[in-house]
């Protein structure tokens, strides 16, 4: 595939330290520490890495070649809810040792990997709206006793089957690109009908589509983990979304078989002994260990009990660690982003704009980079820091973020709140997350300051995703966006329809916001496109709203040098990284050294 446009490049001290970051690490929630850190092993590659510097910069460590066999044993902070990729968001890492993709991503480079079931793509339609993948022959699906597709050779159909399922799947987080595919103004029936007849599957190793609309994101969107392939006969058996189905088990093609899945104390994966890159994957075992205490999972690292450590560590701890030669300790950006949601429903408060910049300028970002970050964070604008290209320049957002009590309580009180105002803040109860509630009782702190006496309701995690975020039950919520390397996403929360395609959960429309979000979404100049995307961030920031964003900040991950990584978690790798033709797909080439 030659293209030399966008799909090519894409390119506060009332609180005592203490008490805030009592737990000392841990910046994590969602698809799990390793989805929301960006450090997916087929979705980028690197250098195998040593030791980082203080400024973060690995310093080499040599590997001999890879070595077959043996185990890694890997902690893990957050419970696993859920396998099942469709729908499921905490064991999204899990899925894609599990389950074959289309094709991989490189993060820094911003382009495709064909290095999965995919060889290769063809898109000849002008508008980027038509894709053909020509797909791999002989690659095996997994051959447990009880796999309904045991043995049988991956197709097209199985391609077919998935996208229909994760396209109409209730819970999937994002629908707006199948419905671009279907062309239904809305999910249901129409819209399931108009998938079916859009996928098609000319024979075995082909597999088709062309979408009603342009729509940039969609070649990015694909290597999403969310879409896994599943197996078309275990789609059949099992892909009911019941509590015995795919949450709790697993068949697929990837380099790994699930043996022991218990989401709250330990998953084991072995290796697909008819894995088409064969000898890959060098590993026998993957042994997950969940201890949702930080302090007493990054012990059991410190111990040997663990070769990979899952405690994400502040800076005081990673830098501490990197004293020690027998460690690979690397500073990273954290990908995820905590917002404040608001209900703008016209019987709320926030419906007010001057109650939302109130609250936006009561909060202290300073504070919470200081106190939260160690000092090492970056505001955050609708779209994260990270996506450098399209992200406001910091100088811009702390100018339009100002902390400022005293115009807080004024507008407070033009607004008829005078004395200020009670409201329910929910926020996801997450056992290993310390972070989350650290950081809603400091913004419980600042905001109380303004008159604003925010009552903070912990909801379990799942729960929370299903009875409140999805269907808007809320005044008022505290919750980490996921990661996302594509604009288009975290600007939809603002849109009329939001992230789901079919209506967002805060109760707010503004037209001409959602002019400049469309115009961007099916725009291949990406200069104008930045452009566009900049011009919408700026008029968001002076919505306060519906969702207002904090700063992010970066944490430290750990391993035994011994466990070759072909990657760095969230960093790029620079030259002398394994090139595309040497890369397989997550989890396939790491290896350890270490004598069994």
Known sequence: ?????????????????????????????GASAAAIVGCGGGNGNGNGGGNGGTDGTPKPH???PPVAGGSITQGRLLNVLGIDPHIDLTGLDIDQRIYSYLYSWKPFDETAIFNNFAESVEMPSPDHTEFIFHLRQGVKIQPQSDNPAKGEELTSADVKESFVRRGTAITAPDKRFPLKISGAGTTGPQHEAGLRAALQTPDPYTFSFKMTKPHVPAFREMSNPTWA?????????????????????AWGSGPYMLSEFRGTERIILTRHPEYFLNPRPWLEEIRYIIITEPQSLLAAFDSGQHDINGALMNRAQGEERMKDPDLVVVKAPTRFYPVIHFKTHPSQPFSDIRVREAIDIGIDRDEIVDLIWD???????????LQARFSLPQDELRTAQPFDPQRARQLLSAA?????????????RVPGAPFIADLSALLKDQLSQIGVNLLLDEVELGTFIANVILPGNFDMAFFPNLPYDEPDRPLSFYHTRGVTGVGNWNNYSNIEIDKLIDSQSVDFDEPHRIETILEVQRMILKEHGPQITMPGGNFYAARWNYVYFPFELGVDPGEGALKDEEIGPEGADIYSTEEA
């Open 416 to 428: 008829g709140y005078e004395e200020g105002f009670e409201a329910k803040m929910k926020i996801p």
């Open 1 to 29: 595939m030659e293209e030399s446009n966008y799909w090519s490049r894409l390119n506060r001290k009332r609180l005592s330290r203490r008490a805030v970051l009592g737990a000392g690490a841990t910046i994590a929630l």
């Open 62 to 64: 040599v590997y001999g």
């Open 375 to 385: 000092g090492e964070g970056n505001y955050n604008g609708p779209v994260q820091w």
């Open 229 to 249: 392939i599943v197996p078309a006969k275990v789609i059949d058996q099992y892909g009911t979304f019941q509590a015995n189905g795919l949450g709790q088990k």
